[in-house]
């Protein structure tokens, strides 16, 4: 009996590592998708007691693999209420990765809640299948009212990149500023103090195509006389975009009612790009050629990383790839590429005829990478005789010789004759 235990032990651990093996991949698979919740709009806000509030729910896939059946539930909890259970979980349906979807639940505020913060959890999964994930937000409820007279204006609007592409992602920052000048100001015989609150701020867009992906600012504190905030916003533009400008609404809630403001923020879309046009003809002499061409920035904001690679079947380019790094609007490069064709056109018996020639343009706008490909363009091959050329050289330089002779021979005749 005591000589069979070490043959049990290694069938158990035999067991146990087949078993992991064949478990360890759908573990990793439904690990692979992975949901991120945010909730992107509250409408009204601060949320109104008594009053109804619309949540606007974004989930994005983070993860690397496809997310099949992906649901957004949301959980109420006082104040806040929801009609029916039903509407408290929406189907949002497949999301690949990189993708993103939103929902809008319509919720209602207790008339007899108090002012101030309150949370609300959100919960998604995968599939029917995959347990939930839950997160919990702050919604902010009514709002207070301060005597400071401060002001707050919008003293700049920074975009990055400055004009997006569609499909592009980057970021909107405001600089608000408390435009007074002296701690203190006289109304009506009573004195104030010239502090400006942010008690929210929130950035909407008024036009498709434009998503806004961070929620809104709360309880920025105070701005005294003459002091600026910086707030920035990550935003996103549609594949489907529209070219032009799109505009969003900055809502800025201030001391009290009498101090809140928005503001009109626009953001342009613009798919131009970098153009590659030949400068001179494509042709390649005997096997060999240098390859010529334009490369023009149409886009109205300045790309960085920009290189260009050519490719034809049979031919090398040297050098592989052509790397400009930045260029401004309307910028021009000219750039050369000697080619060569390998001896595998001379076998394949393809030395005449012309040569299918592409060209990817690759360039970032902001921290977006894009790539454009030209490929309607063909190389032309030619074959010149170099012996006969070489002949017609010859026969130039003897007839310039035999010229030569003729000439020193005439002027001796004539010294002769005198």
């Known amino acids: 009996m005591k000589g069979k235990k070490p043959t049990i032990t290694l069938a158990i651990v035999f067991l146990l590592l087949i078993s992991s093996i064949f478990m360890a991949p759908a573990s990793a698979s439904t690990a692979s998708a992975s949901l991120k919740v945010t909730i992107v709009e509250t409408n009204p806000y601060p949320a109104k007691i008594g009053e109804y509030l619309d949540l606007t729910v974004q989930v994005e896939n983070v993860g690397r693999d496809r997310a099949e059946n992906v649901d957004i539930e949301i959980v109420p909890e006082y104040p806040f209420s929801i009609d029916s259970r039903e509407n408290a979980v929406q189907n949002v349906g497949a999301l690949a990765p990189g993708k993103f979807a939103s929902k809008e639940f319509h919720l209602f505020v207790d008339k007899n809640a108090k002012k101030g913060v309150r949370s609300i959890d959100i919960r998604t999964r995968i599939n029917s ?25 919008l003293s700049e609007i920074v975009s990055s990149p400055e004009v997006f592409m569609p499909g592009d992602r980057g970021t909107i920052t405001v600089i608000l500023n408390n435009t007074a000048t002296t701690p203190t100001v006289t109304i009506g015989g009573k004195d104030y103090d010239t502090n400006a609150r942010i008690q929210a701020a929130v950035l909407r867009p008024l036009t498709d ?42 809502a800025i809630e201030g001391n009290s009612f ?146 030569a002779a003729g000439i020193v021979i005439y002027q001796k005749k004539k010294r002769n004759n005198r």
């Open 209 to 250: 195509g434009v998503i806004v992906l961070d929620p809104p600012y709360g309880e920025m504190g105070l701005l005294s006389p003459g002091d600026s905030i910086k707030l920035t916003f990550n935003v996103m533009v549609s594949e489907e975009a529209n070219e032009g400008t799109h505009n969003l609404e900055l």
């Open 258 to 403: 009498d101090y809140n403001s928005r503001k009109n923020i626009p953001l342009e879309v613009d798919s131009s790009n970098v153009k590659v046009i030949p400068s001179k003809p494509l042709k390649l002499v005997n096997g060999e050629a240098t390859v010529e061409f334009d490369v023009a920035n149409t886009h109205p904001n300045g790309f960085n990383s920009v290189s260009i690679r050519p490719e034809a079947e049979g031919v090398n380019f040297y050098p592989v790839e052509y790397f400009i790094g930045p260029m401004d609007p309307d910028e021009l490069f000219t750039i050369k590429f000697d080619a060569v064709a390998d001896s595998s056109m001379e076998n394949k018996g393809k030395t005449s005829e012309p040569l299918n020639l592409s060209l990817s343009a690759s360039y970032s706008n902001g921290i977006n990478k894009h790539e454009n490909l030209v490929s309607n363009l063909r190389i032309q091959q030619v074959e010149e005789n170099q012996g006969g050329s070489s002949g017609l050289i010859i026969a130039g330089i003897l007839l310039a010789v035999l010229a």
């Open 129 to 153: 299948n995959s347990p939930w994930s839950e997160k919990s937000f702050d919604i902010r409820i009514g709002t207070e009212t301060f005597d400071s007279k401060g002001t707050v204006e």
